[in-house]
């Protein structure tokens, strides 16, 4: 019943229990979760023999339901069109699951020949759709006396439910997170999607990580503590450095600071002050208080050789009066993907935003700039916009219309005397990998991702021991991403995460009863409230990446990967009772409780 399977290896991980100081070992444990996005799937479908299909709907990746209704109607691909609307969030709910919805609704308007809507209502969705997928990890870690990793062998498991999905490229992200941003001479990580009676598990945004991190970061903390060290000092001896290598033998090229980062993490929440202070308050009080942290990092864009698979493609066009189109099939799901699309397009040639317009991505009319997903909207596919900018500044300068250092109006005007003399204006960027990059998919080593985004996230917790409830005061998410494009779009998106971080590990609780959930409704699936949510404090390390636009990073997922364990840690520190799996709702809070008195 595997779906999938990976083996990752670093040196020799049999070679080293004999020679550690310390030898420790922990099991761990995540739930589903539900997307929730704020607009259900929905889709609008004409179709007949004549014209083909089209479909018009709320979805992230136009060109994967393309694919989808091009092998279910067996047409030629310029008989299928796939307009994405704006759509109402979706966090990897509506990467492969529109597909099925599209295919019903073209199917339906195919036979009745008339056009066919059908729009999921909120228990249909929560129903039917897929979640994330719920996982189980063990750790056995070696360290040395003087707190230095010597071996990490992780079983990672997630469920894949009852048919494969995505589950394998999931599990592939999953397991190359799982040993975090820290040097281990010898690692062996056995990852595994399993088949089980549950409906579908699939994309949500962090697409594995999540579930790895959760477990790494918990387990970090016991590994500190058997090594009689303090979970930050453990993490200090241990951060991967600039040249260094990772688990699947990536070299580390970029400049790491996970110290400064951690340091000023820690800073930022006083966190030394309250560990003592706190430890010295709780005492017999009922509500306890705790402070915890989380150390990760997060790959951003396809794993391995997925980029150079997509061959990722966007045009710019420029039109009469000057102003400039952005065709690419990235899609706007309230993330801001056409502000910083037209950001970047209006930086790059010198004009203001408002002469740049983003076409609505219709598969009809944009090249396949590949799915928005992954955290490469921004990075690969807003440098593709940049380069074609670039690219569309040249042939204007190069026909000799423009001036290098010109004013917006010469551009306008340079514009209209190129189109006038030689026809359409559009200049296209396809993706190149960065140089020195390679990938070995048989070996599963190599360069798994571009380039990283790495964070410190710090939680405090307050813990009530009667009601066993636990309410999140204050959240501290310091993260290096490359060079910041949008602030405000930016910190909107490690908001939004941390949000749902904070579902996931407190409140988010998906209930199977054979294999359908049974509380598909925003009734009895508990979600955080704006009353449930901190002032949760948002801070930036800038380290510019060359092959970004502007020197960005990706940062859509990496939010949802920390607060999890940082919360785990802060509920340990209250409460002295270690909870290796999530959510902690107050019944399994209880049953901690109750199982350390015993």
């Known amino acids: 019943n595997v779906f999938k399977s990976f083996l990752v290896t670093q ?55 393309h694919k989808a209704l091009v092998a279910l109607f067996g047409l030629p691909k310029d008989k299928v069109r796939v307009v994405q609307m704006e ?66 062998d992780i079983d990672f498991v997630i469920d894949g439910g009852a048919y494969t999905t995505l589950s394998p490229v999931v599990l592939s992200r999953g397991t190359i997170h799982a040993a975090g941003p820290y040097f281990c001479p010898n690692v062996r990580i056995r990852g595994r999607a399993v088949a089980t009676n549950l409906p579908p598990h ?59 980062l951690l340091d ?5 929440a006083d966190y030394h002050a309250k560990v003592k202070r706190f430890a010295e308050e709780n005492g017999r009080n009922p509500l306890k208080k705790g402070i915890g942290f989380a150390s990760f990092m997060h790959g951003a864009g396809f794993t391995g050789s997925g980029e150079e698979y997509l061959a990722s493609v966007v045009s710019l066009e420029a039109t009469l009066e000057g102003r400039v189109r952005v065709l690419a099939a990235s899609t706007e799901m309230g993330q801001g993907t056409k502000t910083v699309f037209a950001q970047i397009a209006a930086e790059t040639l010198g004009l203001d935003y408002e002469w740049i317009e983003v076409a609505q991505p219709d598969t009809a009319a944009v090249p396949n700039s590949g799915p928005t997903v992954a955290s490469r909207t921004c990075m690969i596919v807003g440098k593709l916009v940049e380069s074609a900018a670039l690219g569309l500044k040249q042939t204007l300068i190069r026909s000799g219309f423009l001036r290098e250092n010109y004013e917006p109006a010469e551009f306008r005007q340079a514009c209209r005397k190129y189109i006038d003399q030689f026809g359409p204006l559009k200049s296209t960027s396809q993706y ?61 998106q490690i908001e939004g995460g941390v949000a749902q971080g904070i579902g996931y590990a407190l409140y988010e609780n998906v209930v199977w009863q054979e294999g359908r959930m049974v509380n598909a409704q925003m009734t009895n699936y508990i979600m955080p409230t704006s009353a449930d949510v901190p002032p949760i404090r948002v801070f930036y390390e800038e380290n510019p990446y060359p092959f970004g636009p502007g020197g960005a990073k990706g940062i859509g997922e990496l939010p949802m990967d920390g607060p999890a364990p940082a919360i785990v840690n802060a509920i340990e520190q209250a409460t002295g009772v270690r909870i290796p799996r999530i959510p902690v709702t107050p019944e399994v809070l209880m049953e901690a409780l109750e199982g350390a008195l015993v």
Not at 15 to 38: C, N, P, R
Not at 122 to 143: G, I, L, N, Q, Y
Not at 432 to 448: L, R, S, V
Not at 450 to 472: H, Q, S
Request: glycine share 10%.
């Open 202 to 260: 699939g994309a949500f945004r962090g697409f594995g990580a999540p579930q790895s991190i959760f477990a790494l970061e918990c387990h970090m903390n016991e590994v500190a503590k058997a090594a009689g060290l303090t979970p930050d000092e453990f993490r200090r001896r241990n951060f991967i450095e600039q040249g260094q290598t990772s688990a699947v033998g990536q070299v580390i090229r970029e400049r790491v600071d996970m110290r400064r």
């Open 87 to 152: 759509t109402g969030g979706g966090f990897g709910g509506k990467e492969e699951y529109p597909s099925m919805i599209a295919g019903h609704a073209a199917l339906l308007a195919w036979k009745s020949g008339r056009p066919v809507k059908i729009v999921y209502d909120r228990a249909e969705d929560m129903a039917a759709t897929t979640k994330r997928h719920p996982s189980r990890t063990r750790h056995r870690t070696a360290v040395g006396r003087d707190g230095k990793l010597l071996a990490m």
């Open 264 to 268: 000023r993490a820690l800073e930022l």
């Open 11 to 65: 040196g020799d991980v049999e070679s080293v229990w004999k020679q550690a100081g310390f030898i420790i070992e922990g099991e761990y444990s995540t739930g589903a979760q539900e997307q929730l996005y704020i607009e259900p799937n929905g889709m609008i479908a004409i179709a007949n023999s004549q014209d083909g299909v089209t479909v018009w709907g709320s979805l992230q990746c136009p060109f994967y339901v």
């Open 432 to 492: 190149q990998p960065p140089p020195g990059i390679h990938w070995d998919d048989e070996k599963y080593q190599g360069d798994a991702y571009g380039t990283y985004a790495w964070a410190v996230y710090v939680a405090e917790v307050t813990v009530d021991t009667i009601t066993c409830e636990v309410r999140v005061d204050d959240f501290v998410a310091v993260q290096e991403v490359g060079k910041v494009i949008h602030p405000v779009l930016a910190t909107g």
